[in-house]
């Protein structure tokens, strides 16, 4: 290449190298035995829960991850990335099979969660860190999209793939499923190599970073999206169970092959185009699968809020995190994604109880708009707050 070639005619840097592919197959099945749960929502309304319960069970599991996320990104910006995937991928593969011994709403189905939401948060937080670590700056929300797809992918699946295990088995073959494909994540992941980081200004301590002016809008936002995904999430299979008009799988299938189309196709149209551009409009279609939702009648309808719903997702989350990762400082972004992720436990802690209690006290149509409108909240406030300039720490 000569001295005087222009951006455009340099080629462009490579996104899919060995430990790329390799970390992304263990996100894939980490990913898969982590979706199977989309179910449990069903095994715990056999148990007696109610739709509360079942809001509350997946509230404590992310307070408990919430509360280790300082110490976890402290461990990551100062020993690494690989010890929290290793840990992660051990306790997930034990969490899943201790549902085996889960008979009843007692003390035992709490410790459970707990645990798999720890280790869920470990492994969120650590493979998408060293996915940031690993993939070149020019192309950063375009490769942070592409290993999204490692984890949107098992979305598609594991949606029918319960489906299909339930109809012809228990809930037991389910969580052997989970717990299986945990241990074969864990082994893929032994051989990767720590990312190199960069190094620069010493950490400061988290709550700087919570109260940094460049972040804190995208911290408040994140909320907000966190938020309202727990209103399919969390949710979704007890509506399909009261409203017999579609399965979950016709939902999160379509969900996770429209965000993995996008990302695969376009996954480099927010970097063109610019990333806030691109981040409205995919809020929006998210809100407008919310509202799919909320007056379905038919598994059309279902389905076309799936394809809206997982375009806007597949779209919001990797500009999101990568604003995160450029704005933060390179001494603190294993922090910083650990926080970033936080939010998304954080969504399933408010949004869990909150809207849980909204269908007790109203209706689901009433929780998935309420959902949505939380959803416009969040964008007017990226929209208004977020006025400053990239800080010069995240060049």
């Known amino acids: 290449m000569t001295a005087g070639a222009s951006p455009e005619s340099r080629p462009r840097e490579r996104l899919l190298t060995q430990t790329f592919i390799l970390l992304s197959a263990s996100h894939f099945l980490h990913a898969l035995s982590y979706h199977l749960f989309l179910h449990l929502p069903g095994f715990l309304a056999g148990l007696g829960a109610?739709?509360?319960d079942i809001g509350v069970l997946s509230g404590l599991a992310s307070l408990a991850a919430i509360l280790g996320r300082p110490p976890l990104g402290r461990v990551m910006d100062v020993r690494g990335r690989r010890p929290v995937v290793w840990a992660g991928g051990v306790l997930g593969a034990l969490s899943c099979a201790a549902y085996l011994l889960v008979r009843d709403l007692g003390p035992l189905v709490y410790?459970?969660?707990?645990?798999?939401?720890?280790?869920?948060?470990?492994?969120?937080?650590?493979?998408?860190?060293?996915?940031?670590?690993?993939?070149?700056?020019?192309?950063?929300?375009?490769?942070?999209?592409?290993?999204?797809?490692?984890?949107?992918?098992?979305?598609?699946?594991?949606?029918?793939?319960?489906?299909?295990?339930?109809?012809?088995?228990?809930?037991?073959?389910?969580?052997?499923?989970?717990?299986?494909?945990?241990?074969?994540?864990?082994?893929?992941?032994?051989?990767?190599?720590?990312?190199?980081?960069?190094?620069?200004?010493?950490?400061?301590?988290?709550?700087?970073?919570?109260v940094d002016r460049s972040l804190l809008p995208l911290?408040?936002?994140?909320?907000?999206?966190?938020?309202?995904?727990?209103?399919?999430?969390?949710?979704?299979?007890?509506?399909?169970?009261?409203?017999?008009?579609?399965?979950?799988?016709?939902?999160?299938?379509?969900?996770?092959?429209?965000?993995?189309?996008?990302?695969?196709?376009?996954?480099?149209?927010?970097?063109?185009?610019?990333?806030?551009?691109?981040?409205?409009?995919?809020?929006?279609?998210?809100?407008?699968?919310?509202?799919?939702?909320?007056?379905?009648?038919?598994?059309?309808?279902?389905?076309?809020?799936?394809?809206?719903?997982?375009?806007?997702?597949?779209?919001?989350?990797?500009?999101?995190?990568?604003?995160?990762?450029?704005?933060?400082?390179?001494?603190?972004?294993?922090?910083?994604?650990?926080?970033?992720?936080?939010?998304f436990d954080g969504g399933t802690l408010i949004g869990g109880p909150l809207l849980g209690a909204i269908i007790e006290a109203a209706s689901y149509r009433t929780m998935f708009l309420s959902a949505a409108m939380l959803l416009l909240a969040g964008l007017a406030i990226l929209t208004v707050g977020d006025r400053r300039s990239t800080p010069a720490h995240s060049a």
């Open 219 to 343: 911290w408040i936002g994140g909320l907000c999206f966190a938020v309202a995904l727990a209103a399919h999430f969390n949710f979704l299979k007890t509506f399909v169970i009261t409203h017999p008009i579609a399965r979950l799988g016709d939902f999160f299938t379509t969900y996770a092959v429209a965000a993995v189309f996008i990302r695969v196709a376009f996954g480099s149209l927010p970097e063109r185009l610019g990333p806030k551009r691109v981040l409205t409009a995919a809020l929006l279609l998210l809100a407008s699968g919310l509202v799919t939702l909320a007056f379905a009648s038919a598994r059309s309808h279902v389905v076309l809020a799936g394809l809206l719903a997982g375009i806007g997702h597949g779209y919001a989350f990797p500009i999101l995190l990568g604003l995160v990762i450029t704005r933060a400082r390179p001494t603190e972004r294993g922090g910083a994604l650990a926080l970033y992720t936080a939010l």
């Open 50 to 52: 109610r739709e509360l």
């Open 111 to 210: 410790v459970v969660r707990i645990a798999h939401g720890v280790s869920e948060a470990m492994l969120f937080a650590s493979l998408f860190a060293f996915a940031a670590d690993i993939v070149p700056a020019s192309r950063r929300i375009e490769g942070i999209g592409l290993f999204g797809v490692s984890g949107m992918l098992p979305m598609a699946i594991a949606g029918a793939l319960g489906d299909a295990i339930l109809s012809r088995a228990s809930y037991s073959a389910l969580f052997w499923t989970g717990a299986a494909a945990s241990v074969v994540a864990l082994a893929l992941s032994l051989p990767l190599s720590e990312p190199h980081r960069d190094r620069g200004e010493p950490p400061r301590g988290l709550w700087s970073a919570v």
